[in-house]
């Protein structure tokens, strides 16, 4: 049997985690979700995965080439621009000629998935949908059914005061090859906001199937959290034969790989699984449902408790990280708190008593100071990008510009590299530009406040060289020299980006 899984997506409500891999690729228990899914499809009888992606599609493939035990064929689609849900099934169509399930990449579940099937052909259905009762259904879609299990009305992601229901599409489709023919090629489509509801116009006949069992999207850091928890409460037993343990307290179901050290006084309560190569050092506490990657360090005193730590990351000591999440490569230092549902992008050094509130963000490769207080995003440009940057590999410092130079400066760029309009360290205002052309259009939306905050730090400047344009980050440099304020600096700065765009778009056109 064959299933789909939807793996593009950029994963925003992760970010930063999700600047560095793809929502598919985040670690739960030690192994990749997308690896826990194909498993999962794999013990209901599906042996033939498609599985459609995009965004750092590489990483998803350079990890399964390494992994033939898992006993199924995995298909990739080519895939250049976002698709839509739909549009993504609809661009495999050749491969599908049976009855088959789509299931999205950021799913964990035990839903019955061959009950399902067992469900959808005694329906005779076209399609049918896997629903669950939720607390917060304005989160996700809901559906009305009648009597007979049909599916009667969708409503996408309502505000509160509009559910009239709390069960909801949990994005887990048994689909008749068929409905395809209701979705264009080439074009972005999707499921729930835009195929269900032309098949119910067409009077297609669509089934809820009410589903037992756990399921989780783990696009939120609450999701992601859930489902470790979830998946590490399975752990039985210990599995502590490769590691060196000494004199320590280790109760409950834990893992903890070969290589690793654990000293005497430290303290170690499952279910917890711990990587290779880590240590974990002389009275640390590593608590309940924590997931750590190898090459880790947990030094003295420090207490670690329901929390995701990603490889190569040292944890300082009489530091607390409780309910968060921890990139790779990260430094955090002495007395550290990181509090619930925060996450820390890859490359990031934490100074000493800092205080990270529960639910902040701090993008990849960022130096916080000592004894910080953050609270919300931080978000330092120059630093995300200053690795990035080869200026003399892209343009030259010349006026004279030619069609590919001025497409490069004007091309849509990934969220990772678009430009975030903040009015203060932390105080991001909802707008973002993925183009020099948005970038243009925001100057005269965004308040003065953000305007000025970012002249003052020089983030308007760096992102344009980051995006290959001297010529203007220069002209960008002499304007904050100015002095000016207010809208007499967002009338200089506009006039000069959108003078800059009608030049580029000029060449482009010649």
């Known amino acids: ?74 298909i990739y689609s080519d895939e250049y621009s976002p698709l839509g849900t739909a549009g993504s099934v609809k661009n495999v169509a050749n491969y599908l000629d049976d009855t088959f399930v789509v299931i999205q990449g950021d799913n964990i579940t035990d839903i019955d998935l061959t009950k399902m099937l067992e469900f959808h ?80 116009n067409s009077n297609k006949k669509i089934y809820g199937f009410k589903a037992e069992g756990f399921w989780v999207d783990i696009g939120t850091p609450e999701g992601y959290l859930e489902a470790s928890n979830w998946l590490l409460s399975k752990l039985e037993g210990k599995s502590i034969s490769g590691a060196e343990v000494e004199d320590a307290i280790i109760k409950g179901p834990l893992l903890i790989g070969k290589d690793s050290k654990v000293d005497d006084n430290a303290m170690i309560y499952g279910p917890t699984v711990i990587g290779d190569r880590c240590h974990i050092k002389s009275g640390a506490i590593i608590d309940s449902y924590t997931m750590i990657e190898s090459d880790v360090e947990v030094s003295t005193n420090a207490s670690v408790r329901k929390s995701i730590i990603y490889k190569d990351t040292f944890v300082g000591p009489y530091s607390l990280l409780d309910g968060c999440i921890i990139a790779e490569g990260c430094n955090i230092g002495l007395g550290v708190k990181i509090g619930d549902k925060s996450i820390v992008g890859a490359g990031c050094e934490i100074g000493h008593l800092t205080n990270i509130q529960n639910g902040s963000k701090i993008w990849p490769s960022i130096k916080v100071k000592p004894k910080s207080v953050v609270e919300g995003f931080v978000r330092h440009l120059e630093q995300i990008h200053q690795s990035e940057i080869s200026l003399e590999k892209i343009v030259s410092e010349t006026k004279i510009i030619d069609k ?30 993925n183009s020099l052309d948005e970038f243009c259009n925001l100057l005269n939306v965004v308040s003065v406040d953000s305007i000025e905050f970012h002249v003052k730090r020089n983030d308007f400047e760096n992102w344009i060289k980051f995006i290959g344009d001297l010529e203007l980050a220069n002209c960008i440099k002499k304007s904050g020299e100015k002095n000016l304020r207010g809208e007499a600096l967002r009338k200089e700065i506009y006039d000069l980006v959108e003078k800059r765009c009608r030049e580029l778009h000029k060449v482009i056109d010649q």
């Open 404 to 433: 590919e130079i001025a497409r490069r400066i004007l091309e849509r760029l990934p969220p990772e590299k678009a430009f975030y309009f903040f009015k203060g360290i932390g105080d991001y205002i909802g707008q973002v530009a």
């Open 121 to 200: 052909k005694k329906k005779g259905g076209d399609a049918t949908i896997a629903l669950k009762e939720v607390e917060k259904p304005y989160l996700f879609g809901i559906v009305k059914m009648n009597s007979e299990e049909r599916i009667l009305l969708f409503k996408e992601k309502p505000k509160a005061s509009e559910c009239f229901s709390n069960v909801i599409n949990t994005g887990i489709y048994m689909l008749e090859p068929k409905i395809l023919d209701y979705v264009p090629s080439d074009k972005e489509f999707d499921f729930a906001k835009d195929l269900f509801p032309q098949l119910l």
């Open 1 to 74: 049997m064959k299933a789909v899984v939807l793996a593009g997506g950029y994963g925003t409500r992760l970010w930063p985690l999700t600047l560095t891999r793809p929502k598919p690729m985040l670690l739960l228990g030690g192994k990749p979700a997308l690896h826990h899914i194909i498993e999962y499809l794999s013990n209901h009888g599906f042996d033939e995965i498609i599985i459609t992606a995009n965004y750092l599609r590489n990483s998803i493939m350079d990890y399964f080439k390494r992994y033939s035990e898992l006993n199924v064929k995995l």
